[in-house]
């Protein structure tokens, strides 16, 4: 009969045999630091207790090794999904794989975006909303900056707008927010999460300028035969046409560096006429469009500090009394009227005149809804119709409107530009500096159009 110290000895023997086995294994197989053991199939024959395995001779239980299943591939991110899929001239797509071209604008556009335009990597950049606003601004620059003619975007340049767009455009792949929704579980039963979709704004009005984008870009691509042609700013033609021509332009003396189109005497043909019209009032709308949308994104931007100690403490001193007169007048105010009373001229008085008549909207928004600090200017219209500030506020938002309709190719105004500087939002940057190129583009077409449309009519006189 084996007694207790016997017992307790071979226990100690066995935990000093056992504890010997782990430092010869420790010592043998221990890799060197900062390398990675590579696993093998004897892992799991040394972890099963087999004889000869250093575990097999522990009396404690051990956690069986399961093979680990095979890894799934993941999914590629966003960003190389819309770089692989490119986006032909009709709307269609057309599936590739990004080159390393394509993977190395990734690296140069993200990086500069991440250096928010500091090269030296100091911190003295701006934020990622201004650098992305100011990339889609500068890019637009680069391809359509010197695009005064009614002709085809060349290759390089559309295939360069296409890849950088959707590079910067990809961003937006990102940007999300949480929905409550239901999981169904493998039993049936189910249970409340937080899902993500795309942000509401963006949902809706990145296609749309997508597909403003797309139909721009077919109107110039239209223009491949044309019965007219363009001189430079010295009056010589750059295509050989055998019929000269004087060109005439409704531009006058200013911008003079721009090329004028030409037709020959008889004018154009009725079909080309007819197809003209209706392709600028295509642009037209497009224009309209992407107008707003950027006025929506613009409205939704939070008013700088700023732009708000700024503003004259009334209204009146703002405007001016002419202008005040007209917008306090108890009876029907008419917006059309006040503008042709004022005779602006020139888009630099009509720029003036935004600005003046906004930070007097501003102010009597402002004194509206001091006794409604916490209600939005809508609830605010809606409770104090009766209050004078709040018709001054209205009349002076229908004047800047109408401002705006009549010179479409103004620009921004100082709290537009306050807005764009100050803004926070990447959601927001890409939608407004996205919809604002593409108006001025819209803008640029239409131009061109009643170019050669007013070049047709004085042809037509003389002949």
């Not at 021509?245 to 154009?268: A, F, H, I, M, N």
Request: charged share 30%.
């Amino acid at each position: 009969m084996e007694t207790p110290s016997s017992t307790c000895d071979e226990g100690s023997e066995l935990d000093a045999r056992s504890q010997s086995d782990y430092a010869d294994f420790d010592d043998l197989d221990r890799p060197p630091r900062g390398h990675r053991r590579e696993p093998s199939s004897d892992v799991s024959s040394e972890c099963s207790g087999e004889p000869g395995s250093p575990y097999g001779s522990s009396p404690y239980p051990r956690w069986p090794v399961c093979a680990l299943p095979a890894r799934v591939p993941k999914p590629p991110p966003p960003l190389l999904k819309r770089l692989s899929t490119t986006r032909r001239a009709g709307g269609g797509v057309r599936e590739g794989k990004p080159g390393d071209g394509e993977l190395q604008l990734i690296k140069e556009r993200f990086s500069k975006l991440l250096l928010g335009e500091d090269m030296s990597g100091s911190g003295k950049g701006v934020s990622t909303s201004v650098a992305i606003s100011n990339a889609i601004t500068n890019l637009y620059a680069t391809v359509f900056g010197s695009s005064h003619r009614l002709e085809p975007l060349p290759a390089e340049k559309r295939s360069m707008w296409r890849r950088e767009m959707d590079c910067l455009l990809s961003v937006c792949d990102y940007i999300v927010e949480f929905f409550p929704s239901k999981e169904i579980l493998p039993d049936g039963t189910t249970r409340e999460v937080m899902a993500t979709r795309p942000r509401s704004d963006i949902y809706v009005n990145l296609p749309a300028l997508e597909k403003l984008d797309d139909m721009l870009l077919e109107i110039l691509d239209s223009f491949q035969k044309t019965e007219f042609w363009y001189v430079n700013d010295k009056g010589q033609k750059d295509d050989s046409v055998a019929t000269p021509c004087r060109p005439v332009s409704q531009r006058g003396d200013e911008k003079w560096w721009l090329p004028v189109p030409c037709v020959t005497k008889p004018g154009l043909t009725e079909m080309v006429r007819r197809d003209l019209q209706q392709k600028r009032d295509c642009a037209s709308q497009i224009h309209k469009a992407a107008m707003a949308i950027n006025n929506d994104v613009l409205a939704e931007i939070r008013i700088p500090d700023l732009y708000k100690q700024a503003l004259p403490k009334c209204g009146r001193a703002s405007v001016g009394d002419l202008i005040y007169r007209h917008m306090s007048f108890p009876g029907k105010f008419s917006p059309e009227y006040l503008l042709d009373c004022l005779e602006i001229s020139s888009e630099h008085e009509a720029l003036e005149a935004a600005d003046r008549v906004e930070a007097a909207m501003h102010v009597w928004r402002r004194k509206a809804s001091q006794s409604h600090s916490r209600s939005p200017w809508s609830a605010v219209k809606d409770l104090m119709e009766s209050d004078k500030n709040v018709m001054l506020a209205s009349r002076a938002e229908d004047v800047l409107l109408c401002l705006k309709q009549r010179f479409p190719g103004l620009s921004q105004t100082t709290l537009d530009a306050s807005k764009i500087q100050y803004n926070k939002d990447v959601g927001q940057a890409i939608l407004e500096s996205y919809s604002r190129v593409l108006e001025s583009l819209a803008y640029n077409i239409v131009t061109c159009i009643d170019d050669v449309l007013f070049a047709d009519e004085a042809a037509r006189k003389i002949a």
